[in-house]
């Protein structure tokens, strides 16, 4: 190759800190009187030199052998690795590690991956309005408030509920802020609009979803189905979020796959440590989180005098007609 490329500070979405040379030497350490300056400790101040034989084959010489240096993760003794004394050939695609830095070779001519293409328009947004993610969020917030006293036998009182519901707001912002500043970081732009939306939608989903395995539990009299379902629900949930955060914060490949690994991890962590947590034997009966269905009921509840005075008025009312139909009878 007549032209060499040494790309240093590999980070994708940034701008390539690249040394190009056309067949003069470049000079690679830790002083400032070499063409590319790397400031790791473990680097000399001269380490390598980059020349071109008339060959046009390009070689790496190592001036300081202080510590090791590896040629695509191989050390210089490798049978695999061409070299005469301290140097040995490189090619377009080669990576050198000097230190704790790596170094990759290219030549003009190398060859790049194909354009990715892009997940949703937002991600050419730099940000998006946040009134509608807001008013999500806020409906979010009274759709669980609704749910949890109507959807299921209220136990605690109303403000309660307003109290937890505003609580999670707060932590779903927070969340959503520090992926932001996490994209502010890695990309340049917080996206912070865009995750929030994201977010919300998911919770939403979720919130809509949530009350399905505690009313199987009770369809099939198994707390193991409850259990299961919870965890699968959370697998889902959790892998879509980090899905979308890493794809707005993050310049990463395979995003999908990334947030399946770590939430299969993180859930399956959740789990393994509730199975090893249980005693073997409990003197309390394992009953279901729910007495029945939690089929919504907009009427108020009754406590056990007002109850019983009603169930005694009913049976009253059976007693003075059977009296009416022997009376009859005769």
């Known amino acids: ?85 301290n140097c040995f050939q490189i090619r377009s695609g080669d990576r050198i590690t000097i230190g704790r830095t790596t170094l990759s070779v290219y030549s003009a001519e190398h060859k790049v991956e194909k354009t990715r293409k892009l997940l949703t328009r937002s991600l050419h947004q730099e940000s998006i309005s946040l009134t509608l993610p807001m008013i999500l969020l806020v409906l979010l917030s009274a759709f669980d408030i609704a749910l949890e006293h109507f959807l299921i036998i209220p136990q605690e009182s109303l403000t309660t509920f307003v109290t937890t519901s505003l609580l999670s707001a707060f932590i779903v912002l927070i969340w959503v ?29 979720l919130s809509i979803i949530g009350p399905w395995p505690q009313l199987l539990e009770f369809t099939f009299s198994s707390t193991s189905t409850g259990t299961v379902l919870n965890y699968l629900l959370a697998f889902i949930c959790f892998a879509l979020l980090l899905k979308f955060h890493l794809l707005f914060a993050t310049n990463l490949r395979r995003t999908g796959a990334i947030a399946l690994s770590i939430s299969a991890l993180v859930v399956g962590g959740s789990a393994s440590y509730q199975y090893y947590q249980q005693s073997e034997f409990s003197y309390e009966a394992n009953y279901s989180q729910v007495i029945r269905p939690s089929f919504m009921h907009l009427g108020s509840d009754l406590d056990m005098s007002e109850y019983l005075k009603q169930t005694q008025q009913v049976l009253d009312a059976i007693d003075k007609q059977n009296v009416a139909d022997k009376q009859k009878a005769l």
């Open 1 to 85: 190759m007549e032209q060499v490329i040494i790309q240093y500070g590999v980070k994708e979405g940034r701008i390539a800190e690249l040394v190009r040379s056309h067949g003069e030497d470049i000079l690679i350490g830790r002083g400032f009187n070499n063409q590319l300056v790397i400031q790791d400790d473990y680097i000399a101040p001269q380490q390598l030199r980059i020349f071109q034989q008339e060959n046009q084959t390009w070689w790496v010489e190592v001036l300081e052998q202080t510590n090791s240096v590896l040629l695509n993760g191989k050390t210089l003794n490798d049978e695999e690795i061409d070299k005469e004394d």
């Open 177 to 205: 802020s520090l992926w932001a500043l996490a994209g502010r970081i890695f990309r340049h732009n917080s996206h912070f609009g865009q995750q929030l939306l994201a977010t919300t939608l998911i919770l939403f989903v």
